[in-house]
């Protein structure tokens, strides 16, 4: 079946360290995006590829980092300068931008 | 910031309808009113969407007003596997790119109980 992979689901870092979480679809979407959750909160959008070799900011990036090299493939960085990094991380991805999104089932970071 | 304004909370009884509401008064005409919902700690699904006509599909029924200004999701037999938060959307253009983001406010929490 056709869908969208996070991993790990859960992870601990230090604080001070950088970490990245993968995000993988095999529904060959052209468009992805990272959304971070706060608890309590709404979704923010931290960075969003509307095709391969392409991404542009989102509401959140300072301290995030992203690259698309991939279709399949838009991996986030959560960097050392991103000062609230413990959260619930989102990845999405849909046919074109103003398509219907599917989720990840997402990524609990927990930066110690 | 999200234009749409949902109630926090909401109760329904297994097996009855569950109609939960969006006001969205300054929606533009071009832009499309989406339905997600979001069990614990799990991504959000996307349930449906629609522009003025009333939709419905094998999850739900939505109800558009006229004046387009508010909207009602309506799962007609509410299972306690419904029990989720439910963001009503409408499309935001990005401040540089022009690109539609979707805006997830903080929705309607819906508890369905036995």
């Known amino acids: 079946d056709g869908g969208i992979t996070q991993s790990p689901k859960y992870l601990f870092r230090k604080e001070g360290q950088n970490v990245t979480l993968s995000c993988e679809q095999n529904?060959?979407?052209?468009?992805m995006y990272w959304y971070r959750q706060d608890p309590g909160q709404g979704l923010r959008l931290i960075y969003y590829s509307q095709i391969v070799n392409d991404f542009q900011k989102g509401d959140i990036a300072e301290g995030y980092s992203v690259s698309r090299e991939k279709k399949e493939s838009f991996p986030l960085t959560v960097t050392s300068a991103q000062k609230n990094p413990t959260a619930f991380y989102l990845c999405?991805?849909?046919?074109?931008?103003?398509?219907?999104?599917?989720f990840g089932s997402g990524t609990r970071l927990t930066v110690v | 910031d999200a234009k749409t304004t949902q109630p926090p909370s909401m109760d329904c009884a297994e097996g009855r309808a569950a109609n939960l509401p969006c006001n969205h008064s300054?929606?533009?005409?071009?832009?499309?009113v989406y339905w997600y919902r979001q069990i614990h700690s799990q991504g959000p699904q996307y349930i449906i969407h629609?522009?003025?006509n009333n939709e419905t599909n094998e999850m739900a029924s939505l109800i558009i007003t006229e004046d387009r200004k508010s909207s009602t999701l309506i799962l007609p037999h509410a299972t306690l596997r419904d029990t989720a938060v439910y963001y009503c959307?409408?499309?935001?253009?990005?401040?540089?790119?022009?690109?539609?983001?979707?805006?997830f406010g903080t929705g309607t929490r819906l508890l369905v109980s036995p």
């Open positions: 529904l060959n979407h052209d468009a």
């Open positions: 629609g522009l003025k």
């Open positions: 959307i409408v499309r935001a253009p990005s401040m540089n790119t022009g690109f539609q983001k979707l805006v």
């Open positions: 999405a991805s849909s046919i074109s931008w103003d398509s219907p999104y599917t």
């Open positions: 300054t929606i533009s005409g071009n832009e499309y």
